[in-house]
């Protein structure tokens, strides 16, 4: 193995830091994006005939709540082993999926690793026997905002062809 100089793993730090940075942002807007997305789908259950109403339902709720919201309208409306019914049931606990891979990522602590050229998210308290460290690739990372813009395309495609 190669030795590494101290300066070029400085260098390596700083572009792994950037660089998750820049992943992670780019996460928050995909999730958000997501989020409205299923807010939207909710309020306009039934063709929208209660938009006004369930705008101020919804507008309150995280994303857990919209989820449960959404596998309640899927359960009420959509024929039990149907195609349609399953794909709302899968698309939903991928979405809840990520939604816990978010929750970490943004409630950690973030560090880098440059000798293994990995950033480091740290869950719970430095104290508790519970805190948890999981390493990232930045490919790994990237593929999260993949898998949220996959969710968004789903979400419309079920919109599109099996509305509630």
Not at 60 to 88: C, E, I, M, Q
């Amino acid at each position: 193995m190669s030795e590494i100089t101290l300066g070029e793993l400085w260098a390596r730090r700083e572009m792994l830091e950037n660089e998750a940075a820049s992943l992670l942002g780019h996460m928050l807007f995909e999730f958000s994006r997501l989020d409205v997305n299923l807010g939207l789908c909710l309020v306009w259950v039934d063709g929208g005939a209660k938009i006004e109403s369930l705008t101020k339902a919804v507008e309150t709720l995280n994303l857990k709540a919209k989820l449960d919201a959404l596998a309640k309208h899927v359960t009420a409306k959509l024929p039990a082993g149907s195609n349609r019914r399953r794909a709302y049931e899968t698309w939903i606990e991928r979405t809840d999926l990520v939604r816990q891979q978010r929750n970490n990522l943004v409630h950690g602590r973030w560090g880098v690793e440059a000798h293994k050229s990995k950033v480091v998210n740290v869950i719970g308290l430095p104290t508790s026997n519970a805190q948890q460290v999981i390493e990232y690739t930045l490919e790994e990372l990237a593929d999260v905002n993949k898998e949220l813009r996959d969710l968004q395309r789903e979400l419309a495609r079920l919109r599109d062809h099996w509305p509630l």
